[in-house]
């Protein structure tokens, strides 16, 4: 149930910071040039960093992350859906632009995410198990 809760808020808290980011920051920030890329895939590597704790705390029913092996096969699959969904941006109709900065800052976020969530799934594993 720990790890749930950690996840709500991980999810709520980055879901604000990538609004701040796209609605506050850079509209109405002076954002120096060496800082625009950074600026500019800061929301997709955060975003993908809350892949597996979104999956933890919004689709525990399709998603029962037991295992590291789960965990890899849901953060795996979400990356997919993010790589996907850049790519759909080169259709013009969408209005969006592609660019492989985003493709690596997803893969960067989502490796980040899996690597925090896991130690949080093996701290409640070996806490549970001397419990017993």
């Avoid at 991980?10 to 040039?33: C, D, E, Q, S």
Wanted: proline share 5%; aromatic share 16%.
């Amino acid at each position: 149930m720990r790890l749930k809760k950690i996840s709500k808020w991980t999810v709520i808290a980055g879901t604000l910071l990538i609004w701040a980011i796209k609605f506050i920051i850079r509209p109405f920030v002076h954002i120096p040039p060496s800082m625009k890329p950074f600026v500019g895939f800061a929301p997709n590597l955060i975003g993908s960093f809350l892949l597996p704790f979104g999956a933890c705390w919004l689709f525990q029913r399709f998603f029962h992350l037991q295992t590291i092996k789960d965990l890899a096969i849901t953060c795996f699959f979400g990356l997919l859906l993010v790589i996907m969904n850049e790519y759909l941006q080169l259709i013009p109709f969408f209005g969006r632009t592609f660019d492989y900065l985003d493709i690596l800052a997803s893969v960067a976020g989502v490796c980040i995410g899996y690597l925090v969530f896991a130690r949080l799934m093996t701290a409640r594993t070996l806490k549970i198990s001397s419990m017993e």
